[in-house]
């Protein structure tokens, strides 16, 4: 069941930017508890194009090249139903989805 | 007046060229998807608006863009390619079994009547096929099921199915191409396959005429000679002319049968171009001459090309999707480089020019002609 919802901020890759169109930040609505897969399904849900491109179609893991960070903190080995910290949650800190330095 | 429209897939994106029928004044545009690999973009020959582009990452993975409007504005449809049950395993590079697993289309080959079926050639090998304008895919997978899938292995550039082709005169019989397991031909729409690797001869594998195994890297067909199949191999050009049942060489006098591209004229079925590369070890043209060589006798007998294409310092590739031609009357030849060049022919291959010169390096050429 969830809880009150929240605003977070969330930042894409430039690749992701284009391809659904946006800004380098965009906001998704959710319940809480604030947690990565619940972002992302989110996320998903608004941006459908966006399905695949982080995390896999059919498993769900994360996509090896992409990284989770916030708070300046690498989040990507969290399991993804860890609740984010709370600066994420409140909207004052955004999560981050970094593509990894490798070249190209 | 005709246009022609040059659609060119590079490493960092996608470019539209236009001309007139005249083929001497080019417009460029683009790029398009900046900075995804696009492997491929082909247009439906049915409705020549309606163009499927493949564009990939190896951060990102797959999309599959769609445009209704020849290439103006584009939408992202579905890129869910999931194999059929469990997917099993092929052969990695040391010889070990290893899970088959989706990386990337290299290929998409529109239905020659129907604007809305599209096949999808992929790697880690498979086929799939999509009824509804690319938004759902699903696998053929009676292909990866062969008997001989646990045996097919990956060529350097990964075990991709690249070679697509349509039979125009029996809608149940397709063609296709892997590296390195081989061609394959279906005669019921893509429920079974048959390997058509018959005379093959590839000393890089255990036995060298084995049913599967050989790097093909891409096979052409003339649309009025639909048994009739051209074939440029790892090593050796060959040519079927019973659907693929069997195959002799006709490298003939070709300064080197290494290469990747062939394609055949579009009005005279026996003519046929290929760009020899040095080797398997040296992608590059042989002397540093880049020469596209013709045949008029349907292989054995070629003759190189060389007016306007680099004939000295030249160390480009020319990859096995980036060669095209169009239906215009003299026939126009175009292919791309890895070195960002596209050069086009408007007289069946006598004279060439770069109609562009500095894009990323090229991954595929297709074109379109329209009246």
Same mark, same amino acid.
């Given at each position: 069941?969830?809880?009150?919802?929240?605003?977070?901020?969330?930042?894409?890759?430039?690749?992701?930017?284009?391809?659904?169109?946006?800004?380098?930040?965009?906001?998704?609505?959710?319940?809480?508890?604030?947690?990565?897969?619940?972002?992302?399904?989110?996320?998903?849900?608004?941006?459908?194009?966006?399905?695949?491109?982080?995390?896999?179609?059919v498993?769900?893991?994360?996509?090896?090249?992409?990284?989770?960070?916030?708070?300046?903190?690498?989040?990507?080995?969290?399991?993804?139903?860890?609740?984010?910290?709370?600066?994420?949650?409140?909207?004052?800190?955004?999560?981050?989805?970094?593509?990894?330095?490798?070249?190209g | 007046?005709?246009?022609?429209?040059?659609?060119?897939?590079?490493r960092?994106?996608?470019?539209?060229?236009?001309s007139?029928?005249?083929?001497?004044?080019?417009?460029?545009?683009?790029?398009?998807?900046?900075?995804?690999?696009? +492997?491929? @973009?082909?247009?439906?020959?049915?409705?020549?608006?309606?163009? &499927?582009?493949?564009?990939?990452?190896?951060?990102?993975?797959?999309?599959?863009?769609?445009?209704?409007?020849?290439?103006?504005?584009?939408?992202?449809?579905?890129?869910?390619?999931?194999?059929?049950?469990?997917?099993?395993?092929?052969?990695?590079? !040391?010889?070990?079994?290893? $899970?088959?697993?989706?990386? %990337?289309?290299?290929?998409?080959?529109?239905?020659?009547?129907?604007?809305?079926?599209?096949?999808?050639?992929?790697?880690?090998?498979?086929? #799939?096929?999509?009824? !509804?304008?690319?938004?759902?895919?699903?696998?053929?997978?009676?292909?990866?099921?062969?008997?001989?899938?646990?045996?097919?292995?990956?060529?350097?550039?990964?075990?991709?199915?690249?070679t697509?082709?349509? !039979?125009?005169?029996?809608?149940?019989?397709? &063609?296709?191409?892997?590296?390195?397991?081989?061609?394959?031909?279906?005669?019921?729409?893509?429920?079974?396959?048959?390997?058509?690797?018959?005379?093959? =001869?590839?000393?890089?594998i255990?036995?060298?005429?084995?049913?599967?195994?050989?790097?093909v890297?891409?096979?052409?067909?003339?649309?009025?000679?639909?048994? =009739?199949?051209?074939?440029?191999?790892?090593?050796?050009?060959?040519?079927? !002319?019973?659907?693929?049942?069997?195959?002799?060489?006709?490298?003939?006098?070709?300064?080197?049968?290494?290469g #990747? =591209?062939?394609?055949?004229?579009?009005?005279?079925?026996?003519?046929? +171009?290929?760009?020899?590369?040095?080797?398997?070890?040296?992608? #590059?043209?042989?002397?540093?001459?880049? %020469?596209? &060589? %013709?045949?008029?006798?349907?292989?054995?007998?070629?003759?190189?090309?060389?007016?306007?294409? $680099?004939?000295?310092?030249? +160390?480009v590739?020319?990859?096995?999707?980036?060669?095209?031609?169009?239906?215009?009357?003299?026939?126009?030849? +175009?292919?791309?480089?890895t070195?960002?060049? =596209?050069?086009?022919?408007?007289?069946?291959?006598?004279?060439?020019?770069?109609?562009?010169?500095?894009?990323?390096?090229? @991954?595929?050429?297709?074109?379109?002609?329209?009246?």
């Amino acid at each position: 069941m969830s809880g009150a919802m929240r605003t977070v901020r969330v930042i894409l890759p430039y690749h992701l930017r284009t391809l659904a169109q946006v800004g380098a930040e965009v906001e998704v609505e959710i319940g809480e508890p604030v947690t990565v897969r619940r972002v992302l399904d989110s996320l998903e849900g608004r941006y459908p194009m966006l399905r695949g491109t982080i995390r896999d179609h059919v498993t769900q893991e994360r996509r090896p090249f992409l990284r989770f960070f916030a708070c300046e903190q690498d989040l990507s080995h969290d399991t993804t139903d860890a609740p984010l910290p709370d600066a994420v949650a409140t909207g004052e800190e955004p999560l981050l989805i970094i593509g990894a330095i490798a070249g190209g | 007046m005709s246009t022609v429209r040059v659609l060119v897939g590079t490493r960092k994106g996608a470019f539209i060229l236009t001309s007139d029928g005249k083929r001497k004044d080019w417009q460029v545009s683009g790029p398009l998807f900046t900075g995804w690999e696009i +492997y491929h @973009l082909k247009g439906s020959p049915a409705d020549p608006n309606r163009l &499927y582009a493949s564009q990939s990452s190896g951060w990102f993975g797959q999309q599959i863009q769609r445009s209704e409007d020849g290439g103006a504005n584009w939408a992202p449809v579905g890129n869910r390619f999931t194999y059929e049950g469990v997917p099993g395993t092929h052969q990695w590079y !040391d010889g070990t079994a290893h $899970p088959w697993e989706f990386k %990337r289309v290299w290929h998409l080959e529109p239905s020659l009547g129907d604007p809305d079926l599209v096949y999808a050639g992929v790697e880690d090998a498979a086929l #799939f096929k999509s009824s !509804d304008g690319g938004a759902t895919w699903e696998e053929l997978a009676g292909l990866r099921g062969h008997d001989t899938g646990p045996q097919w292995q990956p060529g350097a550039g990964g075990m991709c199915l690249h070679t697509i082709i349509l !039979d125009p005169s029996n809608a149940e019989r397709m &063609y296709i191409a892997i590296s390195a397991a081989g061609a394959f031909r279906t005669d019921n729409g893509g429920k079974s396959w048959k390997p058509i690797n018959k005379g093959l =001869v590839s000393n890089f594998i255990p036995n060298p005429t084995a049913e599967v195994g050989h790097c093909v890297h891409h096979v052409a067909m003339h649309r009025e000679r639909p048994g =009739v199949l051209f074939m440029q191999k790892h090593w050796d050009v060959m040519r079927s !002319d019973d659907a693929g049942e069997s195959w002799q060489e006709v490298s003939g006098n070709l300064p080197t049968d290494f290469g #990747f =591209v062939i394609d055949v004229h579009a009005h005279e079925p026996e003519t046929l +171009y290929v760009v020899p590369i040095k080797s398997d070890s040296e992608h #590059f043209p042989p002397e540093g001459k880049l %020469r596209v &060589y %013709r045949s008029r006798t349907g292989g054995n007998e070629w003759e190189a090309l060389t007016k306007g294409l $680099p004939q000295k310092d030249c +160390y480009v590739n020319v990859l096995r999707d980036a060669m095209a031609v169009d239906s215009l009357d003299a026939c126009g030849v +175009y292919f791309g480089t890895t070195g960002g060049q =596209v050069y086009a022919s408007a007289d069946a291959g006598d004279n060439w020019t770069p109609i562009v010169r500095d894009l990323p390096a090229v @991954l595929s050429v297709e074109v379109q002609t329209l009246t």
